[in-house]
Antibody, heavy 117, light 106 residues
Framework: EVQLVESGGGLVQPGRSLKLSCAAS????????MAWVRQAPKKGLEWVAT????????YYPDSVKGRFTISRDNAKSSLYLQMNSLKSEDTATYYC??????????WGQGVMVTVSS | DIQMTQSPPSLSASLGDKVTITCQAS??????IAWYQQKPGKAPRLLIR???TLESGTPSRFSGSGSGRDYSFSISNVESEDIASYYC????????FGAGTKLELK
């Protein structure tokens, strides 16, 4: 059974950093691109980052480019999201998701990040 | 960047009704659209991919259609378990979600 379990969320002050983790199991992690998607409270979904199987290619929307960094450790079947220079508008539930033929087929349960002073 | 215009933002239906949600892309997305269901406090669930292909476990009352820039998603015979928010996702060029449609019971 595919499982994606996020961790590392919490309350952080504006301008500070936070690193999220996602532990994957139930599939061969190294064979799949991986992604992060977020959802602000009572708002819609927003794609945040995607990483290739080897980690050599990464993709971001303009809203987080230069501030967020996606990475992975295939030996640990783990995905990460380093978030720097956090803003109040980054407050959201962050989901780890697996792209299959590009669309997201499996999602984690999400982890909450609150950016506030 | 591709924009996705999803409508309506909310929908009120009676049990047994048929409802339809539309998504219009800012450019041709070559049928690369998926539809997700999300219930409060839960992660999104993939229902349909590549415009009209139902995921395993998706009831047959759900359907999708469209081409080019215009796509639709329908639920025939709405059931109580269908009360949720629905999102479209284009994955032709990176990713863009629609703003969502909240389905409520009338």
């Amino acid at each position: 059974e595919v499982q994606l379990v996020e961790s590392g969320g919490g309350l952080v002050q504006p301008g500070r950093s936070l690193k999220l983790s996602c532990a994957a199991s139930g599939f061969t992690f190294s064979n799949y691109y991986m992604a992060w998607v977020r959802q602000a409270p009572k708002k819609g979904l927003e794609w945040v980052a995607t990483i290739s199987t080897s980690g050599s290619r990464t993709y971001y929307p303009d809203s987080v480019k230069g501030r967020f960094t996606i990475s992975r450790d295939n030996a640990k079947s783990s995905l990460y999201l380093q978030m720097n220079s956090l803003k109040s508008e980054d407050t959201a539930t962050y989901y780890c998701a697996r792209p299959l033929n590009h669309y997201f087929d499996y999602w984690g349960q999400g982890v909450m990040v609150t950016v506030s002073s | 960047d591709i924009q996705m215009t999803q409508s309506p933002p909310s929908l009120s239906a009676s049990l047994g009704d048929k409802v339809t949600i539309t998504c219009q892309a800012s450019q041709n997305i070559n049928k690369y659209i998926a539809w997700y269901q999300q219930k409060p406090g839960k992660a999104p669930r993939l229902l349909i991919r590549y415009t009209s292909t139902l995921e395993s476990g998706t009831p047959s009352r759900f359907s999708g259609s469209g081409s080019g820039r215009d796509y639709s998603f329908s639920i025939s015979n709405v059931e109580s378990e269908d009360i949720a928010s629905y999102y479209c996702l284009q994955y032709d060029n990176l990713y863009t979600f629609g703003a969502g449609t909240k389905l409520e019971l009338k």
